[in-house]
């Protein structure tokens, strides 16, 4: 997970402080946040193609062999990107090229999320899933951490056109180092359950049809509309938040990367926190208190630092402000990745995990769009707050319609032995 956000979030956080060196100087600040989203959401729109292809696969194949091919791939990708030219060189050409990487790179992403997670819960004891959830799902805000503390040495310690000549491409650099490791360390990792894979590579089964069974298709139905509605939040108040802050609300780059790295500290202790407590009391009880806590306290976190950013209160306020929406709506992450592998059994987990997951993102992933449209209405600043209470809304229903999961055995390969078990 710390490889996989690093990767994702590269263009949202440090972009916004180097959108000059790809765009042309008279381009309108709506206009570069716009494009610099844009960059940021092609990715995601290429996570689903990869939740697919590679969920399929890892389901009929193994998990650990999809692993690796999808680390080599992305590993690659980030390279590329960091050493494209500027605008300077290919013109306006250089953001397609970067778009078209990053879609690639987004398929292999998906991949990061079809084989490993998975792999992760099914080598866990039953009482430690939780755990395991929230330490994964905290290496996302660990990336964010360090992607911050970088982005801040660079802005501080670089006069501005070496950082936009070559202190952008640093991040980058580190996210190639990442995979490499990545790739070598899933190398040495066993698959397991080894006689369960040979019969499984042994059937033409194919796992994607499998989801669309009777069994697998309502949880299918069920995690889609869950992720879509966590991912609306969490756009706004993870994704988009350094853009709207540094190109709309004309806040310091530096500061908006302090903001997000004190945030990722927070965010950090309140995801194990959340999965811990749902290991507790229960993955539906947690996910259905933050779905009403995104609706209304992050939405009301988010107006108030935009009003404060507009009025210019102070960056504290904003600061402050911007942590909690970031903490709150990033919190639920550990207790949601648990949740989703086990509305799955074995036989299609993957395939019904990568594909609920990423198939999650598409309609938020288009955020750029939904919110030129919403500045036709309002204020464009003040859009986010609508998506993160129609996210909180869709995440709240969705909770109420499914069960509770914790019992699960994880190693259930077929689906009606699965829904039992969830009505047990």
């Keep these: 997970m710390f490889v996989d956000t690093f990767d994702v979030y590269l263009p949202a956080l440090v972009l916004p402080a180097a959108m000059t060196y790809f765009l042309p100087p008279s381009m309108s600040p709506a206009t570069s946040v716009t494009v610099s989203t844009l960059l940021f959401c092609v990715s995601l729109l290429g996570r689903p193609i990869g939740g697919l292809v590679f969920g399929n696969l890892s389901d009929r194949v193994g998990r650990k062999r999809v692993t690796l091919v999808s680390a080599g791939g992305f590993t690659a990708c980030t390279l590329l990107i960091s050493v494209l030219p500027g605008y300077s060189s290919w013109g306006i050409?250089?953001?397609?090229?970067?778009?078209?990487?990053?879609?690639?790179?987004?398929?292999?992403?998906?991949?990061?999320?079809?084989?490993?997670?998975?792999?992760?819960?099914?080598?866990?004891?039953?009482?430690l899933r939780g755990l395991v959830g929230g330490l994964i799902a905290a290496a996302a805000p660990a990336a964010f951490l360090v992607i911050s503390l970088i982005q801040v040495l660079a802005l501080r310690q670089l006069p501005k056109a070496d950082f936009l000549s070559w202190g952008w491409r640093l991040p980058f650099f580190l996210g190639v180092l990442l995979g490499i490791g990545y790739f070598v360390h899933y190398l040495r990792v066993g698959e397991g359950n080894e006689s369960y894979w040979a019969a499984r590579r042994a059937e033409r089964r194919q796992p994607v049809r499998e989801l669309f069974t009777r069994g697998n298709a309502k949880a299918l139905l069920q995690v889609f509309l869950l992720t879509s509605g966590y991912w609306f939040a969490a756009q706004m108040a993870v994704s988009l938040l350094p853009s709207l802050l540094t190109g709309e609300l004309h806040q310091s780059a530096t500061n908006v990367a302090l903001l997000t790295l004190v945030g990722s500290v927070f965010t950090i202790f309140s995801v194990i926190g959340f999965a811990v407590l749902g290991q507790r009391i229960g993955r539906r009880k947690v996910l259905l208190g933050v779905g009403v806590a995104i609706t209304v306290v992050t939405a009301l976190t988010f107006a108030l630092m935009v009003h404060f950013a507009e009025a210019r209160t102070g960056f504290l306020a904003v600061a402050v402000m911007g942590i909690i929406a970031n903490a709150l709506t990033s919190g639920p992450l550990g207790a949601l990745i648990t949740y989703l592998n086990e509305r799955f059994p074995l036989s299609v987990r993957s395939t019904?995990?990568?594909?609920?997951?990423?198939?999650?993102?598409?309609?938020?992933?288009?955020?750029?769009?939904?919110?030129?449209?919403?500045?036709?209405?309002?204020?464009?600043?003040?859009?986010?707050?609508?998506?993160?209470?129609?996210?909180?809304?869709?995440?709240?229903?969705?909770?109420?319609?499914?069960?509770?999961?914790?019992?699960?055995d994880s190693l259930t390969t077929d689906a009606r032995v699965a829904e039992r078990e969830l009505q047990a």
């Design 93 to 127: 050409a250089v953001v397609v090229v970067f778009a078209l990487l990053r879609l690639v790179n987004g398929v292999f992403l998906g991949g990061g999320y079809a084989a490993p997670i998975p792999l992760a819960f099914e080598h866990s004891p039953r009482h």
């Design 352 to 408: 019904g995990y990568s594909v609920g997951y990423t198939f999650g993102l598409i309609l938020p992933g288009l955020y750029s769009v939904w919110l030129l449209g919403l500045g036709h209405l309002m204020p464009y600043a003040y859009g986010p707050v609508v998506l993160i209470v129609l996210g909180g809304v869709l995440m709240t229903f969705a909770v109420r319609s499914g069960p509770e999961t914790k019992e699960i």
